[in-house]
């Protein structure tokens, strides 16, 4: 099944208890994730330099002055980026967030030291954070669903929690009540003037050993009555999901388009995350005003050098004829960037 090229919205296919990918990826198995961590393992991955941790890649505390502050509504947004995927969204006079994940480790074990290691710390604590309004959640993965996180945002802050469709019954097990899990394409209102649509994405779904893709994947559409923005989760690149995702939603004042985890290994990561080159075709099919590179320099999830995402953006993006550098960016985790008209 594939888009067509009227870019119709493709539909959830759930079989036995799984939910199949349209998109054309290869679903892989034990045996293709043996080999490539076996070549993984022989590439050294470098670490931060003190100066590269301090100047090129530090975490700064966000500007709670700045976030705090009223803005205008309808020209404004602000979002501050905590790191990996997770952003504070603030637009429409609501605030929000992006996969919470403030934990050390990701992994099923949280409190104990296994698993991927964040090489730079949250840019704050939870309990530091302005009211949270609501969540969403793009996908299972333990890099974008963590639950010590989840759990301490609902405790502290009470916040109606957005999810793919097979994950509430997970939520509800964590003492997480107000929850609301989507499809592909469903759209729900929140407070009567802000429509959120869960969109698809080329990815899959996992927390344990036996329930790959159990639970959707895709990425969100948060409309309000002034902007609107795009968050992809994780993706992999396809020739017209995201002009399908433009087409009906766009154009987006601003998105959320991951552009690290691609690998030197292309041909097992290509199923799964899109590089840099993509990630800005994707920006330009969204017709996405601005975008926000995300999913790099947090954890160590595949072999390409640890600062090589945001310098081949500006690459991509020149070569993209994208020569305004606000269009497409990064930048140091805990900065809030403010998108205006």
Not at 46 to 53: A, F, G, Q, R, S
Not at 189 to 218: E, M, V
Request: proline share 6%; net charge positive; charged share 25%.
């Amino acid at each position: 099944m594939s888009i067509s090229s009227n870019l119709q919205k493709v539909k959830t296919i759930f079989k036995n208890g799984r939910f199949e990918n349209p998109f054309g990826s290869k679903l892989v198995g034990f045996k293709d994730v043996y080999g490539y961590l076996k070549e993984r393992n022989k590439i050294e991955i470098k670490p931060l330099t003190d100066h590269e941790k301090e100047h090129v890649h530090p975490v700064l505390k966000p500007d709670f002055s700045l976030i705090k502050k009223e803005y205008d509504a309808k020209k404004t947004m602000r979002s501050t980026w905590i790191g990996h995927s997770t952003c504070l969204i603030q637009m429409e006079g609501y605030t929000f967030i992006t996969d919470p994940v403030f934990s050390r480790y990701i992994t099923p074990f949280p409190y104990l030291p296994i698993g991927p290691k964040r090489i730079r710390d949250p840019a704050c604590k939870i309990q530091e954070l302005p009211k949270i309004d609501f969540v969403v959640i793009s996908h299972a993965h333990y890099d974008h669903l963590d639950r010590p996180s989840v759990i301490e945002i609902n405790k502290l802050y009470k916040p109606k929690f957005f999810v793919p469709r097979g994950l509430k019954s997970w939520f509800l097990k964590n003492g997480i009540e107000n929850v609301q899990e989507l499809d592909w394409w469903d759209e729900v209102t929140y407070n009567n003037n802000l429509k959120l649509i869960y969109t698809p994405a080329n990815h899959g779904s996992q927390r344990g050993l036996f329930d790959r893709n159990s639970s959707l994947w895709g990425g969100w559409v948060v409309k309000g009555e002034n902007k609107t923005m795009y968050f992809a989760g994780d993706t992999a690149d396809h020739h017209s999901l995201f002009k399908s995702i433009g087409h009906h939603y766009g154009p987006f004042d601003f998105s959320l388009i991951p552009i690290g985890a691609y690998d030197q290994f292309r041909e097992f990561m290509k199923h799964h995350h899109c590089n840099v080159e993509e990630a800005v075709r994707i920006h330009k099919e969204l017709t996405s005003k601005r975008s926000f590179g995300v999913h790099w320099g947090t954890f160590i999830l595949s072999t390409e050098p640890l600062l090589e995402p945001p310098k081949l953006l500006i690459t991509e993006c020149e070569k993209a004829n994208i020569f305004n550098k606000n269009e497409f960016f990064t930048s140091k985790i805990g900065e809030t960037a403010i998108i205006e008209d």
